[in-house]
C-alpha cells in the first residue's frame, strides 16, 4: 500500500513538471493560465493527500524532512495569506485577477505544498529534471511550428506557446532555460547522448530567442552568465580547464550584441513581424509600486493585496501617463515580479521573500566554498546543484525585469526544490527527518484520521466547485464571441448561476441587461413594452451593484454602475444622482483617468453646469489633448446660454482638428443655434464628406435645409436618417410633413 501511495505521489509530481509548461485548453476565456491553475491544483492536492493518507494508515507515523528553509517559506506564505484576508479585493486576491489568474493566494499555496512534496518525496536522481527538459523541447518545437505558421492552418495564432501565451513570455521562459542548459554542458553530461540532447535544445532555444528578439531576456542570460562567469574565475573552479568557459562566454557576447542591435532583418519572412505583448514601463512600475507602498500604514506592511495591482495600478499611476501610447490601458501586472510583491504584499512581503532567496544563496555560496577546498573536481562541479544555482539565479533575474506567469513561477519553486534535494554535504546534514510514532499514541492516530477524512471532504467540495468555475467559464467563453442579443445574456446568466463570484461576470451581465433595455427604449411608443423595459431597468441596476461588491477595489465594476445610471437617467428618476455618486466612487479608485472626470462632467452638466466645468477642467489637465473633454468644454458655455463663447472654442478646436467629425458637426449645430444657417449647412456637409452614414449630422441637415425651405434637399437628408434608424418616429412624422 505505502507503494501505491508512493506511485501516485510521483505520477503526480511528474506529470506537473512535464505539463505545466505544456498545458493550455481553448475552452474557458483565457486558455493558458486558467488551466494551468486547474492543473496545479488538481495534482498538487491529489499528491498531498496520498502523502498524509500514506503517513497515516500505512506508516503509522509522521515523517517530515526539515530544511533550513522551511520557516521561511512558510513565513513568505503566512505573509501572503495575511494580504489576501485584508486586500482591497479579496476575491481577486483568493483566485487572481480575472484573465490573468496567476496573481491570487492559491497559486503560491499550491506551490509551495509542491515544494514539501519534493523535498520530502523525490530524489535528484529520479528523471525529474529529463521529464522537464522533454516538455522544455516540445515547447520550443510548438513555437517554431507556431511562429513559422503551421499551426495557423489550425487556427493558432503566430504568437502562440503553451508555455506563456505571448512571445515576450516565452523569451523569458527560453532565457532561464538556456542559463540552465549551459550549465549542465559545462558540468560535462555522463554522456555522448545527453550532451548532443543539451546541445540541440540550447541552439534551438537560441534561435527562438533571436527571432522574439526580446530585450529583458537578453538582460537576463547576460546579467546570469556575466555573474557566473565572475565567479568562476574567482573561485578558480575549473583551473586548468577554463576553455570550458568558452560557452558563457560566447552566449555573453550573443546578449550584448542582440541588446544593443536590433537585427530583425536577418531572419526568413516568416519570423518576422511577430505580435508584441503591450508592457507597462519600468520607470511607471517601480514609481506605482512606492506610491502604493507609502499609501497608508496597512499598504505599507501587508500591501493592497495579492493580486490586486490592478488596483494600485488604477489608483497610483502618474498623470505623464496620460501621453503614453497605452494610457487607456489598465494594466493588471507590473512590468517585474519585484515591484509588483512590493506593491501588492507590502513591506513584510518583499521582505519576507527577499530574506528566502537571500538564505538559499547563502547556504549556496558556503556549500560550493567548502567544496572548491576539495582536490576532486567531481566534488567541486557537482554536476546537478551549479546548474541548478544558474537556473536559479536566472529566474530571480527574471523576476526583476519580466512579470510572473504560472509557467515562471512553476519554475522557479520547482528549480528551489530541486537544489535543495541536490544539497550535498556539509548542507545536506542540515537537512533532517522529523519522525512522530503513531503506534504509540492511538488517540492521535485517530484524531489524524478524522482529520484526513476531512481533508478528503473538503477535498471533494473543493472539486465540486472547481467544475462549476470551470463550466461557468466555458459559457462566459462562447458568450463573448457571440453577437449582442437574448442568446448571449442567457449564456452569462448561466455563467453567473454557476460562478456568482466573479464581478467580470456580473459586471458583463450588467452591460448585456443595459443594452436590452436600451434596445427597448428606442422602440416606437406604441411598440414598447414597459414593464419588460422595467424589469431590463431593475436587473441591470441591481446586477451592476452586485459586481461592485464582488470586486469593490475594480474600477470596471464602479464603470459599469455608473454607465447604468447615466444610460437610464431618462427612464428612472434619480437615476443621475446615482450616476454621478458612482462616478465620483471610480474617481477616487482612478483619479487620473480623464475619460471618468470627462463622463461626471457630462452628468454633473445637466444640473450643475458650474461644477461641470470644474470635472472638464481636470480632465484637459490630466490629458490636454483629450478630445470629448475639450468637446465638452466648449459645450458647457451652451448650457450657461453663452453661444458666442461655445463657437468661439469650438471652431479653435474645428482648427487644430479640421477632420474631427465630432467637433465639426458640434460646430455645425452651434452655428444653427445662432441662426447661422448657411455656416452650420457648411459644416455638417463637411462631417458627411468623410462620414456619410453620421445619423446625427444627417438629422441636422435636414433641420438646416427646412430652415432654409430646401423642401427636396430636406425629404432627402431625413429619408437617409430612417434608413439608418428604421420605425424613428419623429422622423416619419417630419417626412409626412415634408411631403403634404
Same mark, same amino acid.
Given at each position: 500500500m505505502a507503494n501505491f501511495f508512493n506511485k501516485i505521489i510521483k505520477i503526480c509530481i511528474y506529470l506537473l513538471v512535464f505539463l505545466v509548461p505544456l498545458w493550455f485548453l481553448p475552452f474557458s476565456y483565457e486558455t493558458y493560465e486558467f488551466n494551468k491553475q486547474f492543473l496545479l491544483a488538481l495534482l498538487v492536492s491529489v499528491a498531498f493527500f496520498c502523502w498524509i493518507a500514506k503517513m497515516v494508515l500505512v506508516d503509522k507515523e509522521l515523517k517530515f524532512k526539515r530544511t533550513p528553509l522551511d520557516i521561511f517559506v512558510g513565513v513568505f506564505l503566512f #505573509? &501572503?495569506? %495575511?494580504?489576501?484576508?485584508?486586500?482591497?479585493?479579496? *476575491? =481577486? =486576491? +483568493?483566485? *487572481?485577477?480575472?484573465g490573468r489568474f496567476s496573481d491570487g493566494l492559491i497559486g503560491p499555496i499550491n506551490l509551495v505544498v509542491l515544494y514539501f512534496l519534493i523535498t520530502n518525496n523525490i530524489g535528484i536522481k529520479n528523471g525529474i529534471l529529463k521529464t522537464f527538459l522533454l516538455s522544455v523541447g516540445i515547447v520550443a518545437l510548438t513555437s517554431y511550428l507556431s511562429i513559422s505558421g503551421v499551426l495557423a492552418r489550425f487556427n493558432f495564432e503566430r504568437s502562440f506557446n503553451p508555455a506563456g501565451g505571448s512571445m515576450e513570455a516565452l523569451?523569458?521562459? %527560453? !532565457? #532561464?532555460?538556456?542559463?540552465?542548459? &549551459?550549465?549542465?554542458? +559545462?558540468?560535462?553530461?555522463?554522456?555522448?547522448?545527453?550532451?548532443?540532447?543539451?546541445?540541440?535544445?540550447?541552439i534551438a532555444s537560441l534561435f527562438l530567442l533571436l527571432v522574439i528578439d526580446f530585450a529583458p531576456a537578453w538582460i537576463v542570460l547576460l546579467i546570469t552568465l556575466g555573474l557566473f562567469l565572475g565567479f568562476a574565475l574567482w573561485q578558480k573552479m575549473f583551473r586548468e580547464k577554463d576553455s570550458r568557459l568558452t560557452l558563457p562566454i560566447i552566449l555573453i557576447i550573443i546578449a550584448g550584441v542582440f541588446l544593443m542591435i536590433n537585427l530583425p532583418g536577418i531572419f526568413p519572412a516568416q519570423f518576422r513581424g511577430l505580435p508584441k505583448e503591450p508592457i507597462l514601463d519600468q520607470g511607471t512600475s517601480w514609481q506605482i509600486s512606492l506610491k502604493a507602498l507609502t499609501d497608508d500604514v496597512k499598504s505599507g506592511f501587508l500591501g493592497s493585496g495579492m493580486g490586486t495591482f490592478f488596483y494600485d495600478f488604477a489608483k497610483q499611476k502618474p498623470a505623464e501617463f496620460n501621453q503614453s501610447p497605452f494610457w487607456q490601458m489598465r494594466f493588471d501586472r507590473a512590468n517585474n515580479h519585484i515591484s509588483e510583491i512590493i506593491a501588492t504584499l507590502g513591506f513584510l512581503g518583499i521582505i519576507s521573500y527577499l530574506i528566502l532567496i537571500g538564505f538559499f544563496l547563502m547556504i549556496s555560496y558556503f556549500l560550493i566554498e567548502a567544496l572548491s577546498k576539495k582536490s576532486n573536481e567531481t566534488n567541486l562541479t557537482n554536476k546537478t546543484h551549479l546548474p541548478l544555482l544558474m537556473a536559479f539565479l536566472a529566474l530571480l533575474v527574471a523576476q526583476f525585469v519580466y512579470y510572473q506567469n504560472t509557467a515562471l513561477a512553476f519554475t522557479f519553486w520547482l528549480i528551489l526544490a530541486l537544489s535543495v534535494v541536490s544539497w550535498p554535504k556539509p548542507a545536506g546534514r542540515a537537512i533532517s527527518e522529523k519522525i512522530f510514532s503513531l503506534k504509540e499514541s492511538p488517540e492521535l492516530g485517530r484524531l489524524l484520521t478524522i482529520f484526513l477524512i476531512i481533508i478528503g471532504l473538503a477535498m471533494a467540495g473543493s472539486y465540486y466547485f472547481a467544475q462549476k468555475i470551470y463550466q461557468a467559464d466555458i459559457l462566459y467563453a462562447k458568450s463573448q464571441k457571440m453577437a449582442l442579443g437574448p442568446g448571449r445574456t442567457t449564456l452569462i446568466e448561466k455563467a453567473v448561476s454557476l460562478n456568482p463570484n466573479f464581478a467580470q461576470y456580473q459586471a458583463i451581465l450588467a452591460r448585456a441587461y443595459l443594452e436590452e433595455a436600451l434596445k427597448e427604449m428606442r422602440k416606437p411608443t406604441e411598440a414598447k413594452d414597459p414593464l419588460l423595459l422595467q424589469q431590463k431597468v431593475a436587473k441591470a441596476i441591481d446586477t451592476a451593484k452586485k459586481a461592485t461588491e464582488k470586486g469593490p477595489g475594480q474600477i470596471a465594476t464602479w464603470e459599469t454602475l455608473a454607465m447604468v445610471y447615466r444610460d437610464i437617467g431618462l427612464f428612472a428618476t434619480g437615476a443621475t444622482e446615482w450616476g454621478i455618486k458612482s462616478f465620483e466612487k471610480a474617481i477616487t479608485l482612478e483619479p487620473t483617468n480623464?475619460?471618468?472626470h470627462t463622463e461626471l462632467g457630462k452628468l454633473l452638466a445637466i444640473n450643475n453646469p !458650474?461644477? !461641470?466645468?470644474? @470635472?472638464? !477642467?481636470? @480632465?484637459?489637465?490630466?490629458?490636454?489633448?483629450?478630445?470629448p473633454a475639450l468637446i465638452q468644454e466648449a459645450l458647457i458655455f451652451e448650457k450657461e446660454e453663452n453661444l458666442e463663447k461655445a463657437v468661439e472654442k469650438m471652431l479653435k478646436l474645428s482648427l487644430e482638428y479640421p477632420?474631427?467629425?465630432?467637433?465639426?458637426?458640434?460646430?455645425?449645430?452651434?452655428?444653427?443655434?445662432?441662426?447661422r444657417i448657411d455656416d452650420a449647412? %457648411?459644416? +455638417?456637409?463637411?462631417?458627411?464628406?468623410?462620414?456619410?452614414?453620421?445619423?446625427? &449630422?444627417?438629422?441636422? %441637415?435636414?433641420?438646416?435645409?427646412?430652415?432654409?425651405s430646401q423642401k /427636396?434637399?430636406?425629404?432627402? &437628408?431625413?429619408?437617409?436618417?430612417? /434608413? +439608418?434608424?428604421?420605425g424613428n418616429q419623429d422622423i416619419i412624422a417630419k417626412l409626412e410633413e415634408l411631403k403634404k
Amino acid at each position: 500500500m505505502a507503494n501505491f501511495f508512493n506511485k501516485i505521489i510521483k505520477i503526480c509530481i511528474y506529470l506537473l513538471v512535464f505539463l505545466v509548461p505544456l498545458w493550455f485548453l481553448p475552452f474557458s476565456y483565457e486558455t493558458y493560465e486558467f488551466n494551468k491553475q486547474f492543473l496545479l491544483a488538481l495534482l498538487v492536492s491529489v499528491a498531498f493527500f496520498c502523502w498524509i493518507a500514506k503517513m497515516v494508515l500505512v506508516d503509522k507515523e509522521l515523517k517530515f524532512k526539515r530544511t533550513p528553509l522551511d520557516i521561511f517559506v512558510g513565513v513568505f506564505l503566512f #505573509v &501572503a495569506i %495575511l494580504s489576501a484576508v485584508f486586500s482591497v479585493d479579496r *476575491g =481577486s =486576491s +483568493l483566485f *487572481g485577477f480575472y484573465g490573468r489568474f496567476s496573481d491570487g493566494l492559491i497559486g503560491p499555496i499550491n506551490l509551495v505544498v509542491l515544494y514539501f512534496l519534493i523535498t520530502n518525496n523525490i530524489g535528484i536522481k529520479n528523471g525529474i529534471l529529463k521529464t522537464f527538459l522533454l516538455s522544455v523541447g516540445i515547447v520550443a518545437l510548438t513555437s517554431y511550428l507556431s511562429i513559422s505558421g503551421v499551426l495557423a492552418r489550425f487556427n493558432f495564432e503566430r504568437s502562440f506557446n503553451p508555455a506563456g501565451g505571448s512571445m515576450e513570455a516565452l523569451a523569458i521562459f %527560453l !532565457a #532561464v532555460i538556456i542559463v540552465w542548459l &549551459a550549465g549542465m554542458i +559545462l558540468f560535462k553530461p555522463k554522456d555522448k547522448l545527453s550532451s548532443f540532447v543539451y546541445y540541440l535544445l540550447l541552439i534551438a532555444s537560441l534561435f527562438l530567442l533571436l527571432v522574439i528578439d526580446f530585450a529583458p531576456a537578453w538582460i537576463v542570460l547576460l546579467i546570469t552568465l556575466g555573474l557566473f562567469l565572475g565567479f568562476a574565475l574567482w573561485q578558480k573552479m575549473f583551473r586548468e580547464k577554463d576553455s570550458r568557459l568558452t560557452l558563457p562566454i560566447i552566449l555573453i557576447i550573443i546578449a550584448g550584441v542582440f541588446l544593443m542591435i536590433n537585427l530583425p532583418g536577418i531572419f526568413p519572412a516568416q519570423f518576422r513581424g511577430l505580435p508584441k505583448e503591450p508592457i507597462l514601463d519600468q520607470g511607471t512600475s517601480w514609481q506605482i509600486s512606492l506610491k502604493a507602498l507609502t499609501d497608508d500604514v496597512k499598504s505599507g506592511f501587508l500591501g493592497s493585496g495579492m493580486g490586486t495591482f490592478f488596483y494600485d495600478f488604477a489608483k497610483q499611476k502618474p498623470a505623464e501617463f496620460n501621453q503614453s501610447p497605452f494610457w487607456q490601458m489598465r494594466f493588471d501586472r507590473a512590468n517585474n515580479h519585484i515591484s509588483e510583491i512590493i506593491a501588492t504584499l507590502g513591506f513584510l512581503g518583499i521582505i519576507s521573500y527577499l530574506i528566502l532567496i537571500g538564505f538559499f544563496l547563502m547556504i549556496s555560496y558556503f556549500l560550493i566554498e567548502a567544496l572548491s577546498k576539495k582536490s576532486n573536481e567531481t566534488n567541486l562541479t557537482n554536476k546537478t546543484h551549479l546548474p541548478l544555482l544558474m537556473a536559479f539565479l536566472a529566474l530571480l533575474v527574471a523576476q526583476f525585469v519580466y512579470y510572473q506567469n504560472t509557467a515562471l513561477a512553476f519554475t522557479f519553486w520547482l528549480i528551489l526544490a530541486l537544489s535543495v534535494v541536490s544539497w550535498p554535504k556539509p548542507a545536506g546534514r542540515a537537512i533532517s527527518e522529523k519522525i512522530f510514532s503513531l503506534k504509540e499514541s492511538p488517540e492521535l492516530g485517530r484524531l489524524l484520521t478524522i482529520f484526513l477524512i476531512i481533508i478528503g471532504l473538503a477535498m471533494a467540495g473543493s472539486y465540486y466547485f472547481a467544475q462549476k468555475i470551470y463550466q461557468a467559464d466555458i459559457l462566459y467563453a462562447k458568450s463573448q464571441k457571440m453577437a449582442l442579443g437574448p442568446g448571449r445574456t442567457t449564456l452569462i446568466e448561466k455563467a453567473v448561476s454557476l460562478n456568482p463570484n466573479f464581478a467580470q461576470y456580473q459586471a458583463i451581465l450588467a452591460r448585456a441587461y443595459l443594452e436590452e433595455a436600451l434596445k427597448e427604449m428606442r422602440k416606437p411608443t406604441e411598440a414598447k413594452d414597459p414593464l419588460l423595459l422595467q424589469q431590463k431597468v431593475a436587473k441591470a441596476i441591481d446586477t451592476a451593484k452586485k459586481a461592485t461588491e464582488k470586486g469593490p477595489g475594480q474600477i470596471a465594476t464602479w464603470e459599469t454602475l455608473a454607465m447604468v445610471y447615466r444610460d437610464i437617467g431618462l427612464f428612472a428618476t434619480g437615476a443621475t444622482e446615482w450616476g454621478i455618486k458612482s462616478f465620483e466612487k471610480a474617481i477616487t479608485l482612478e483619479p487620473t483617468n480623464p475619460v471618468l472626470h470627462t463622463e461626471l462632467g457630462k452628468l454633473l452638466a445637466i444640473n450643475n453646469p !458650474a461644477k !461641470a466645468k470644474t @470635472a472638464f !477642467a481636470k @480632465a484637459i489637465e490630466l490629458k490636454p489633448d483629450y478630445l470629448p473633454a475639450l468637446i465638452q468644454e466648449a459645450l458647457i458655455f451652451e448650457k450657461e446660454e453663452n453661444l458666442e463663447k461655445a463657437v468661439e472654442k469650438m471652431l479653435k478646436l474645428s482648427l487644430e482638428y479640421p477632420f474631427n467629425s465630432e467637433i465639426l458637426f458640434q460646430l455645425g449645430r452651434l452655428y444653427f443655434n445662432q441662426k447661422r444657417i448657411d455656416d452650420a449647412i %457648411l459644416q +455638417l456637409e463637411k462631417v458627411l464628406s468623410f462620414q456619410p452614414n453620421h445619423s446625427n &449630422a444627417l438629422y441636422s %441637415l435636414g433641420i438646416a435645409y427646412k430652415e432654409k425651405s430646401q423642401k /427636396e434637399k430636406a425629404i432627402s &437628408a431625413f429619408e437617409k436618417v430612417l /434608413e +439608418l434608424n428604421p420605425g424613428n418616429q419623429d422622423i416619419i412624422a417630419k417626412l409626412e410633413e415634408l411631403k403634404k
